[in-house]
């Protein structure tokens, strides 16, 4: 049977086919059929009648830098789709875990850097990719060569400009797979300058493979290039529907004998008529009644919009997938009631994926700054410090927090594992209430020092101190990022 099927093929008159001719021949004879899957030859699945087979993915051109711009500049959904999660990754901030804190955040304030950092994320989301350059005093005049770490005297943000985007920063000398060094930058006063990756602040836009990336000159895409299609689909859907709402009524006039008057093809028929139709409708217009003839009849018809709805929700659920915002973050709606009025699952899924972008994007710049000014102020250069929470409680679960806490130490404190003066001073060791469990430093030398009631030795203090420190005020590794880490 399947020998006779494949003499059949190679019986046809045309003996010169070619292989892929060949292949589908014996495919659409139900022998072959390259690909892995289901297969039917009788019901035409996994062949070449079927016509899910015959659909190719197409890569369109890549979307211009001018067309970028003009869709942030007009585009509501848009910008919305570019800036959430820009905004809400700078949003809580930071909490610097070395003792001047206070001077790092109050520089960062007085700079504006949170509002650069904003800025720069976005322009990369939007564009592909943007540096930040730094003005840094370590005496070294090659712009091109690394930071003298050990001469610096301060850092200036803002000098060269806040903000360029990848148009105007490339790599110099780009070699496929391996991270630049120097970028030739094009500021405005200057002209074209070469400068080190460690005097730049890197943000990267959405990664779409190493290839994309050697393409781009060590670039990643923009978010315009994911999102362009089911934004234009969803933006076509609603101008139909507003379309359609425009029209949605439609007067319908009957009038007696119109079609042995149309075919007289005479052009003062034409003109009556029209003046027929203007007259009825100035006359509902103004005095809600229409005046008809024995012949003639006047009603409204409505255009049927049924499921509608449903066309524009695919729409719009396609485009939060493939922009990656849940809809209770773009479009401002609850999602349902399964997943609860607010979208409370919804929202932190989206927080996982802003945590993802701190992690990726921030912490690595925030690093590189914290480092720089750190030495400036004459510190070892080491700065710990984590993002805030971005989700925040409301009062009542505040309360509910505070109250569980305090229950909890009140249990320790009864079995002997915290004294009362330790939890007064790990809740209110920064002067608001902290439910986390931290060790002031300073607290816990005062408990070491009393070596009579423990039995320690002195040198015992420094190692028990560090992994007391390690274990207690670092709960979790991930969300704590360190210069040491670089």
């Given at each position: ?452 009631v423990t039995g320690r030795k002195d040198s015992d203090d420094e190692a028990l101190k560090a992994m007391i420190l390690k274990r207690i005020n670092k709960p979790s590794v991930k969300a704590i990022y360190d210069t040491t880490d670089e």
């Amino acid at each position: 049977m399947l020998f006779d099927k494949i003499l059949n093929v190679f019986k046809k008159d045309d003996a010169d086919l070619s292989v892929d001719e060949i292949k589908q021949e014996l495919e659409g004879a139900g022998i072959w059929h390259e690909d892995s899957g289901f297969v039917s030859s009788n019901l035409g699945f996994g062949t070449s009648r079927d016509k899910a087979m015959m659909f190719q993915y197409g890569i369109s051109g890549r979307i211009s830098h001018s067309v970028k711009d003009g869709m942030y500049r007009t585009s509501g959904l848009m910008r919305r789709i570019v800036d959430l999660p820009c905004n809400d990754a700078v949003r809580t901030g930071v909490d610097f875990m070395v003792p001047y804190s206070d001077a790092i955040e109050d520089w960062m304030d007085e700079n504006d850097i949170w509002n650069i950092m904003s800025q720069a994320m976005k322009v990369a989301r939007l564009q592909g990719g943007s540096v930040v350059p730094l003005d840094i005093d370590d005496g070294e005049t090659d712009l091109s060569k690394p930071v003298n770490e050990k001469n610096i005297k301060s850092v200036k943000v803002g000098t060269y400009g806040p903000v360029l985007s990848s148009q105007r920063a490339w790599p110099r000398n780009y070699k496929p797979s391996v991270q630049p060094e120097v970028y030739t930058l094009q500021l405005s006063d200057i002209g074209a300058v070469d400068m080190h990756r460690s005097r730049l602040l890197v943000f990267q836009g959405v990664y779409c493979g190493q290839e994309n990336v050697d393409r781009n000159q060590g670039w990643y895409e923009s978010i315009v290039d994911l999102i362009y299609q089911p934004l234009m689909n969803y933006s076509a859907d609603h101008n139909a529907a507003s379309t359609m709402v425009k029209d949605f009524s439609q007067g319908i006039f009957t009038l007696g004998d119109y079609r042995k008057y149309m075919s007289q093809n005479s052009n003062d028929v034409v003109q009556a008529t029209l003046r027929r139709m203007q007259a009825m409708d100035k006359m509902r217009s103004m005095i809600n009644t229409i005046v008809l003839g024995p012949d003639e009849d006047y009603k409204r018809q409505s255009t049927n919009v049924q499921g509608l709805d449903s066309l524009i929700r695919l729409a719009k659920d396609f485009l939060c997938a493939n922009g990656g915002i849940p809809h209770n973050k773009l479009f401002s709606e609850s999602p349902g009631a399964s997943l609860g009025e607010s979208g409370g699952s919804q929202t932190r899924d989206w927080y996982d994926t802003v945590a993802d972008i701190q992690r990726t994007t921030l912490a690595p710049n925030l690093r590189k700054l914290g480092k720089y000014k750190s030495i400036e102020m004459k510190e070892d250069g080491k700065v710990r410090f984590r993002f805030n929470p971005l989700w925040q409680p409301t009062a009542m679960d505040k309360a509910q927090i505070r109250k569980l806490t305090a229950e909890a130490d009140a249990i320790e404190i009864n079995s002997g594992v915290l004294t009362p003066e330790w939890v007064r001073a790990t809740r209110y060791a920064y002067g608001d209430y902290d439910a986390r469990v931290t060790v002031p430093e300073k607290f816990l030398e005062t408990e070491l020092s009393n070596k009579a009631v423990t039995g320690r030795k002195d040198s015992d203090d420094e190692a028990l101190k560090a992994m007391i420190l390690k274990r207690i005020n670092k709960p979790s590794v991930k969300a704590i990022y360190d210069t040491t880490d670089e």
